[in-house]
């Protein structure tokens, strides 16, 4: 028996219910209660009675939970003691979280910031990774955290190709035209790709593979004097150029404050923001707490 599902089955009382237990510790349901079947068959009793409107614990799981309560609150007391003793930190004590640039660029600062609030003696990793890089860097022996965004034809293809890996979609974003209300394209209600011919464009958060993917040989002549992740230079591109600009939704709210109008692009190119479900982030209470920053974020971003 490990202490990741005395944890689970804790967990599974407070809530009364394997598919919230399950969402809330960022772990798939089958793989929840699988561990709570392999519990079971360890111990030889039912722990469980699943109902239709949620999940009781039988007589047996009530004694367990309350025994399990007390071994899993010395743990953390213990964890906790240790992880306070500099001198006894190891790398593991380091959440690491594994992200793509254009999230690293938006989320992260805001989240990093929120962590040593939290947590002013513990360490943190950023590793930043293009898509393709971040792929293939993906470990679950740890709980290491997963979150990116991407062009939906690339996740598509990801999702295709990587069966082995269970994906959750946190928001989904359609590329917009940021237009300076001097530009003779304020005044649509949307624009086609082919308007866009001849015209600059500055990418907050684009490469050249997506625009190619955007004019969908539409256009001849669509070409960007600016791919970037750093919002204050794509404003002031913006600001002293004839250019329009490029961007998702997760950037939306910082472009709103600007002196420009956010159009929609028709048959736009969506921008889907994600995270790997890694089992191992449930057994790491810090992890978790980052994840549930992470959704907050993405939450408070909506436009």
């Known amino acids: 028996m490990r202490m990741e599902q005395l944890k689970y089955l804790i967990h599974i009382a ?20 699988k561990s709570i079947r392999n519990m079971e068959k360890e111990l030889d009793i039912q722990l469980l009675v699943r109902k239709k409107n949620g999940t009781e614990l039988t007589m047996a799981g009530k004694r367990i939970v309350e025994k399990a309560k007390e071994i899993t609150d010395s743990w953390d007391a ?8 500099s001198t006894l930190r190891k790398e593991e004590n380091i959440c690491s979280i594994h992200s793509t640039p254009r999230t690293c660029a938006t989320l992260m600062p805001i989240i990093v910031k929120k ?51 269970t994906f959750k979609i946190l928001r989904e974003d359609k590329i917009k035209v940021v237009v300076p209300e001097n530009s003779k394209l304020s005044s649509h209600e949307y624009i086609k790709v082919e308007e866009l011919e001849n ?6 958060g684009g490469d050249e593979r997506l625009l190619n993917h955007i004019s969908n040989r539409k256009v001849n002549n669509m070409k960007a004097i600016l791919h970037t992740t750093n919002f204050e230079l794509f404003r002031e591109v913006l600001k002293r150029s004839d250019a329009v600009g490029l961007c998702s939704g997760v950037f939306e709210e910082w472009i709103k404050s600007s002196k420009s109008r956010i159009i929609p692009l028709q048959n736009a190119v969506v921008i889907v923001s994600a995270y790997v479900v ?12 980052v994840m549930n920053m992470i959704q907050e974020q993405f939450k408070l971003a909506q436009p």
């Open 14 to 33: 407070k809530t009364g219910c394997i598919s919230k237990s399950a969402e809330e510790l960022f772990i798939t349901q089958q793989g929840l209660s």
């Open 78 to 85: 213990m964890v906790y003691k240790i992880s306070e003793d």
């Open 115 to 165: 962590y040593f609030e939290n947590y002013p003696h513990m360490g943190i990793k950023i590793i930043e990774n293009e898509l393709e890089d971040f792929m293939t860097s993906l470990d679950f022996s740890s709980p290491e955290i997963f979150v990116f965004n991407a062009p939906d034809f690339l996740f598509n293809s990801y999702l295709k190709e990587r069966s082995d890996i």
């Open 199 to 204: 015209v600059p464009i500055a990418f907050l």
């Open 278 to 289: 890694n089992e191992y982030v449930s057994t790491n209470p810090i992890a978790i707490e």
